[in-house]
């Protein structure tokens, strides 16, 4: 005997014509109705490239991340390769540093000395170089500094910048791409590489990077954590959505080839709104806090390592990203060839 609650139930649920389960029911109708694809080829690894040979040291904030020296780096990078990763984001650690950051133009720096022989060994392979300061100047900033003043002045910063794009560009750099936030950078590097021969060197520009809490394990990664004061006053405001949009479309104008924004997971809204105004390749850095933050839960047996990976890449590219930086390359590269051979999801 069905009461009237139960009667009613089943009369509107027979009559209910849209079933979106009926496409889940089993793994092959769940893969044929997948709207989103990940592949290795849409993932780039960061690389810290340190002076000095023989090292391998695991960072401590970065579980499963290691800074290289050139010698060790090949066969991290064959691995890569082997994978089928898209790209390597090379960052260096110099041997000194300076109020200018000039060890960031020295030809015989660690990003050059990496450039020259990953070209040599897997000449196939995309190297992009990021192209910042911060990782050269001994206060840590991103740019020069006022001596009266301390704050970090714009256009003096320009040419530094653009002198560190060619140093990588001549070294055989695939792609620069300039993170400093400072305005103008895209315009002054576009214009430095073309008087230098590299017309053909693509920028990859770091359009909205957000002042963040969450490049903390970078900065250990990179040693680049400024002496005093934070990134406020050249990186956006968290909070501010429309401010990033023009941060954008001003590297679309200054002659950007591809766009970037970051950090990623907490920004899948902007990535949505850059995806949807512009038409040119959007990359997406998931960012080492971001990486730091989901490990430190699976360390803990909290998360399941392979499973939120993956999540948290698929909803990168679903929000429109074409390209990831992440942590997670080699990782998710693997995980991806397995899937393909057992058909799992
Ligand atoms: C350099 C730079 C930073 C990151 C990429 N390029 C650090 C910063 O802006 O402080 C962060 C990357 C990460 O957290 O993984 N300006």
Redesign the pocket.
Known sequence: MLTTIERTTERTTTALVSRPRRLRRTPALRRLACETELRAEQLIA?LFVMAGTDIARPIGSMPGQSQWSVDRLGAEVDELVDLGVGAVLL?GLPATKDALGSAGWDPAGPVPQAIRALKQRTPDLVIIA?V?L??YTDHGH?GVLDDATGAVLNDETLPLLARVAVAYADAGADIVAP??MMDGQVAAIRAALDVAGHREVPILA?AA?FASA??G???EA?D?TPAFGD?RAY?LDPANGREALREVALDVEEGADMLMV??AGLYLDIIRQVRDLHTLPLVA?Q???E?AAQQAAVERGWLDERRAALESLIAIRRAGADLIIT?YAKAAARWLQERSVDGRR
Request: aromatic share 28%; charged share 20%; hydrophobic share 20%.
């Open positions: 960061p960052f990021d910042c911060c990782e991103c993170s400093a770091y990077k969450f490049y394990p970078f900065r990179a680049s990134r990186q970051k950090p850095y960012v080492s806090g990486y942590y």
